[in-house]
């Protein structure tokens, strides 16, 4: 069974960093995409960046192009989301999702961490 698991979270002022991580465990996740995702209260949820597990190809919300980076550790199995220059409007609990392959929806998620950005 597919577990995902975020840690990293905290409070942070604007304009500073902050990096989250989720380990994986339960199979081998050659040819699946990991994502981060977010969600602010009263939003709907949003995709931030993703990463093809094997070869490494890497997709951003234009929100965040630029500022964060997503990366993962193969031995590990840890897939990383370094954040800077945060800005208020990025608070929100942020969720670690794996899928099989590039597309369709994602199928197993994280419990969230919660990413708060003072002003």
């Known amino acids: 069974q597919v577990q995902l698991v975020e840690s990293g979270g905290g409070l942070v002022q604007a304009g500073g960093s902050l990096s989250v991580s989720c380990a994986a465990s339960g199979r081998t996740f050659s040819g699946y995409t990991m994502g981060w995702f977010r969600q602010a209260p009263g939003k709907e949820r949003e995709f931030v960046a993703a990463i093809t597990w094997s070869a490494g190809i890497t997709n951003y919300a234009d929100s965040v192009k630029g500022r964060f980076t997503i990366s993962r550790d193969n031995a590990r199995k840890t897939v990383f989301l370094q954040m800077n220059n945060l800005k208020p409007e990025d608070t929100a609990v942020y969720y670690c999702?794996?899928?099989?392959?590039?597309?369709?929806?994602?199928?197993?998620w994280g419990q969230g961490t919660q990413v708060t950005v003072s002003s």
């Open positions: 999702a794996a899928k099989l392959g590039s597309y369709g929806e994602y199928r197993y």
